[in-house]
């Protein structure tokens, strides 16, 4: 005889069985998606109109309303794939019209809050109904597009753990007049600012790894000399005048050394200095021309251009000169090397056919993938801070180049700056401290 | 934030209206939040409730339909749960997987709560006799990961209570003895494998998680993507456990293997699988701790 609490835990159990073969039956279907590195996914995610309480609907710089931005951003993070609300009501029995279930579902509440204008931003876990996060967000009057950014950004954060890209900027070369001046954008193309005004010529802006600090080569003493800006006050320091051409600059990771190609003693070589400029160390040692150097992000080694051996072509050594090899055999040139933050990629560029193209490799050189091909000539790629964005220069037809942003296998270019004049050499920031923007 | 979940309660979201998604969302969420104002008060989850009802009645009539599913489903289980290896018939795989590691494996012995443990793995080998009823138990404890969405809303307050309150007393106080206090970071959530015929993660988690499923399936498919491992092992079967904390900001600490396999090779795969995933997606806000304990499964079947 079975007592109840034997009929109850039978109960359970057949519950937990029936439940079981559900789950097994939901996994073989993820089965599908394939497990194994490389097999990409995307989250399903729906962003739902948002609600506009005692507000105005009044839309964002560029004509976008919130949640217009808010999928865009998503959808630009390359993480989703991004889903309005239903438009119909699905039929049960045709299961042909039947949806795939969203994963995750963005809710969006634009409210004044003691005469602020504020969007509260909710994530749920659709299958659960669960909260992720909640989080208010100072929208300002006229609205502000960062609020927005950072909302997007919190959601890539929830969901994959990683840093998104919305709230980070981009600085970049353009051409005024004769001059050539630094600026920086949005990572959308939005909130343009001129960041120096030295009516010079200014080159290679690169950022320290939190941000805060651009070091950039400058002709405004004559010859070419290495400046640091900081991004906070917009305040200018000397890095080196040494005699000669110092450029291309790049920072150590935990930012304080630089990197850079100087040539005081005679030929352009690789040196590593503290953030002053002051204890120069050289790190090769050769008649050929060593330049464009750029830290793997564990600080443990240099990818540079050299042409010891003719043709210019990427080497890689440990970050103090040690240990030097070849890393691309492509093309007549190979150069522009950067090393992703993730440290799994080194996107380059490289003369074939009749132009450079962009491409992408595993630190050892092996895993070659192109990512760009018949479409004009491309320079100065750069990642993003989540390392699954590039932008670089393309130089179109005409002559003009432009900025164009895209994702490391190529896909999804678009274009970050219009205005008339060459811009190039970019740099990707990371948006960690920009977060502050937005309370 | 007591305000800001008033001021939530007027605005239009939940009302839950509109599409059927919006609304399923709407009401699991409802149901969460009632579980979360009546946890405590019941012990057990679904036993908890059942007292509720008039039990006799229901009993009666559940018991004999549960019965002949029990019978059913578990004699489809059965042949899959004798042999190591799993046939890589589709439907079996995953519960394959969820049952299997448990029992032969020395890992979730240490795993802190040798009474929990002893429920997960005890009774599948030693009593081979009623399997009809006592490998269920397994299962229960798996439940509860899975229970909110597929099943009725009140599930999740199931969910909710039976991490607020362990065990039922007529349920599992029966079988080990009570030691008084117990911690809810003792709780273990089995995720089903994640995988194919070939290749396959299965996750165990130590915390008071289980109402959060989203969130260990998002970081057991955020490893699975990175996770390369070597494919030649001429025909055998490889598998291999890592360990690792996860902190409430995402980040991952401590990571080893736990269980290794005969492949060093193999081992520092599935390690760098974790390792490339860091940081994960940050601890849901409610969760209660202040870190997750993980074990995760490699399995490579030729």
């Known amino acids: 005889m079975l007592s109840s609490a034997r009929f109850v835990r039978s109960l359970v159990a057949l519950v937990a069985v029936l439940i079981l073969s559900a789950v097994g039956a939901r996994a073989q279907q993820e089965a599908r998606m394939g497990i194994v590195k490389g097999t990409a996914f995307k989250f399903s995610l729906e962003v739902q109109d948002f609600h506009y309480l005692e507000t105005m609907r009044t839309p964002l710089e560029g004509g976008e309303s919130c949640e217009e931005l808010l999928r865009r951003d998503l959808q630009q993070s390359d993480f989703f794939e991004v889903r309005r609300e239903l438009a119909f009501i699905p039929d049960p029995a045709d299961s042909s019209n039947m949806p795939k279930p969203v994963e995750y579902l963005a809710t969006g509440i634009v409210r004044k809050k003691w005469g602020e204008v504020v969007l509260e931003g909710e994530l749920l876990d659709a299958a659960s109904g669960k909260v992720m996060f909640r989080q208010e967000y100072s929208l300002g009057s006229p609205p502000d597009r960062r609020a927005v950014h950072a909302y997007a950004d919190d959601i890539v954060r929830h969901v994959t753990g990683e840093a998104g890209v919305a709230l980070s900027r981009i600085a970049f070369v353009g051409v005024i007049g004769k001059a050539k001046e630094v600026f920086l954008v949005d990572y959308d193309g939005f909130g343009l600012s001129q960041l120096t005004k030295l009516g010079s010529i200014c080159l290679s802006p690169r950022f320290s790894a939190d941000g805060e600090r651009l070091a950039f080569t400058s002709f405004a003493q004559g010859e070419a000399d290495l400046v640091t800006l900081a991004l906070s006050d917009g305040r200018m320091t000397p890095l080196s005048s040494r005699p000669g051409i110092d450029s291309a600059p790049a920072w150590h990771p935990d930012g304080s050394q630089v990197a850079a190609s100087l040539t005081f003693e005679g030929n352009a070589e690789i040196y590593v200095m503290d953030d002053h400029g002051k204890k120069a160390q050289r790190l090769t040692f050769s008649p050929a021309i060593e330049t464009a150097p750029c830290f793997s992000p564990d600080g443990s080694r240099i990818v540079f251009t050299s042409d010891r051996t003719g043709e210019p072509h990427l080497w890689v050594m440990d970050s103090d000169g040690a240990n030097s090899q070849r890393l691309s055999y492509l093309g007549k040139w190979s150069d522009s090397a950067d090393w992703s933050p993730r440290g799994d990629r080194i996107v380059f560029v490289a003369l074939v056919d009749d132009g450079f193209d962009i491409f992408t490799m595993a630190p050892d050189g092996s895993d070659r993938r192109r990512a760009t091909a018949n479409d004009g000539s491309w320079e100065n790629p750069r990642w993003a801070p989540d390392g699954r964005h590039i932008v670089a220069a393309k130089r179109e037809r005409g002559g003009q180049r432009r900025l164009f942003v895209m994702t490391a296998d190529g896909g999804g270019k678009r274009a970050l700056t219009s205005f008339s004049g060459d811009q190039y050499n970019p740099a990707w920031s990371s948006s960690r401290k920009l977060r502050e923007a937005t309370r | ?302």
């Open chain 2, 1 to 302: 934030m007591p305000a800001m979940r008033e001021s939530r309660s007027e605005n239009p979201r939940s009302e839950g209206a509109g599409d059927p998604v919006r609304f399923a969302a709407a009401h699991a969420y409802a149901a969460s939040k009632a579980g979360e104002a009546k946890a405590g008060e019941s012990d057990f989850g679904v036993a908890g409730r059942l007292r509720l009802i008039d039990r006799k009645l229901l009993f009666r009539a559940i018991a004999v339909s549960g019965l002949l599913h029990l019978a059913v489903s578990v004699a489809g289980y059965i042949p899959s749960l004798r042999h190591v290896r799993p046939t890589p018939a589709p439907r079996q795989t995953a519960i394959t997987l969820v049952n299997l590691p448990a029992p032969g494996r020395a890992t979730f012995k240490r795993v802190a709560q040798q009474q929990e443990v002893k429920e997960v793995e005890a009774p599948p080998p030693p009593k081979p006799k009623p399997p009809a009823l006592e490998k269920p138990k397994v299962a229960e404890k798996l439940t509860p990961i899975e229970v909110k969405p597929k099943e009725k809303p009140p599930t999740a307050q199931e969910a909710k209570e039976k991490t607020q309150t362990r065990p039922a007393p007529e349920d599992a106080a029966k079988e080990k003895p009570k030691t008084g206090g117990e911690q809810e970071s003792n709780l273990v959530t089995n995720l089903p494998a994640l995988g194919d015929a070939t290749h396959s993660i299965a996750l165990q988690a130590e915390g008071p998680i289980h109402e959060f499923a989203y969130y260990l399936s998002q970081i057991q498919r955020k490893i699975a993507s990175n996770w390369a491992p070597p494919e030649n092992f001429g025909g055998r079967r490889v598998a291999a456990s890592v360990r690792f904390r996860i902190e409430r900001n995402g980040e991952v600490t401590a990571p080893r293997i736990d269980e290794p396999s005969f492949d060093s090779i193999f081992d520092q795969a599935a390690l760098r699988a974790v390792a490339e995933s860091a940081p994960l997606p940050p601890l849901p806000a409610e969760y209660a701790d202040e870190w997750l304990g993980i074990t995760l499964e490699f399995v490579l079947r030729p």
